[in-house]
């Protein structure tokens, strides 16, 4: 297995969370970015700076990863494609997505931003709390720890 991170848009605090378990775990993490990021030195992380353009790292993760591993990524479209896959994808808020809820989330999305192109202003996502960190934290040791 092989952990992807949708890397240009995942919270700080939530890639040292990805940091530390790859470490703790020996499990190869890669980030995809559209530009260079910090990564801490180890022999299980690694950064993919893919060129700037609309969903270019997110096709790039789609292109490389493999059947059972995991992407973190808050895009639901990526994810979507992740599970097509049969990859894992949860979201930086700890939330897994599954075959049984994509499909709904991913119509929610196409309909909020439908209305967003006709000028409705639908918000965005909550800012991420601490709650919300741990509740990923929490989630991703329970994946891991199920795949060991």
Request: charged share 25%; with cysteine; glycine share 4%.
């Amino acid at each position: 297995m092989h952990i992807w991170v949708d890397a240009d848009a995942c919270p700080n605090v939530i890639k040292d969370v990805l940091f530390r378990a790859a470490n703790r775990t020996k499990i190869n993490m890669t980030l995809v970015a559209n530009k260079a990021i910090y990564v801490p030195p180890s022999p299980f992380i690694k950064i993919m700076v893919v060129r700037a353009g609309f969903d270019v790292a997110d096709n790039q993760i789609v292109a490389v990863m493999q059947k059972g591993d995991l992407v973190i990524t808050a895009d639901i479209p990526l994810a979507d494609a992740v599970i097509d896959k049969e990859g894992i994808a949860i979201n930086p808020r700890g939330e897994l997505y599954t075959k049984e809820n994509i499909k709904q989330r991913l119509s929610m999305r196409n309909f909020s931003e439908s209305l967003r192109s006709t000028g409705v202003m639908t918000g965005g996502p909550a800012p991420l709390t601490k709650k919300d960190t741990q509740a990923f934290a929490n989630s991703l040791d329970r994946f891991l720890t199920s795949r060991r």
